[in-house]
């Protein structure tokens, strides 16, 4: 039993060195962005835009990344590729609308890394939880990391997250990938 109590003393007493090597180091919401890419399936085209970061953090363990968490307001997105102030809104309006990210109901997706591979080269590989509407699945995605900035690019298939827009035009339905170029700076 003296046994039992003086292991849990040291482990007791060992918590705040364990936790102190573990730190979150907050993203610059300013300079991080979000494009994302929506094209259609049969001919060429598409539309972009960005969404921002409402907030995130890195968690570095002993100095390097091995986590973080991330939220998304949907409420930021916009559209780049459309030049006419009318036709930009309505593109925008339709995108926050119930059957794209139903933005009044969902106004923050979120991002949750479970695990950070470092490779050489400055290279990751990246597993994370990815929540829109509500719903939340397990991506992967590679990237690299240089100093304080991490660059990604990767595709999701947005009927997973009940995004289910179906184009009523027979040649150009939209594809079911919508894409993503992100870079996190610190």
């Known amino acids: 039993m003296m046994k039992k109590i003086i292991i849990a003393v040291i482990c007791i007493m060992c918590l705040p060195t364990i936790s102190s090597a573990q730190e979150k180091q907050h993203i610059n919401l300013q300079k991080s962005t979000i494009k994302w890419i929506g094209e259609y399936t049969f001919s ?48 925008v309006n339709h995108l926050k609308d119930p059957d794209f990210f139903d933005v009044k109901k969902f106004p923050l997706a979120y991002l949750k890394i479970t695990k950070f591979e470092h490779f050489k080269d400055n290279q990751i590989r990246v597993t994370a939880n990815l929540t829109i509407k509500g719903i939340t699945k397990s991506i992967s995605f590679n990237g690299e990391l240089n100093n304080e900035e991490m660059k990604t690019r990767f595709k999701i298939d947005r009927q997973a997250w009940n995004i289910n827009y179906k184009s009523k035009m027979k040649d150009s339905p939209i594809s079911d990938a919508i894409g993503f170029e992100i870079s996190i700076k610190l």
């Open 44 to 91: 060429f085209g598409g539309h972009d835009g960005n969404i921002r970061f409402k907030e995130g953090h890195f968690i570095k363990t002993n100095g390097i990344i091995t986590g973080g968490e991330f939220s998304i307001d949907m409420n930021s997105l916009t559209n780049t590729d459309i030049k006419t102030a009318r036709a930009n809104l309505n593109l």
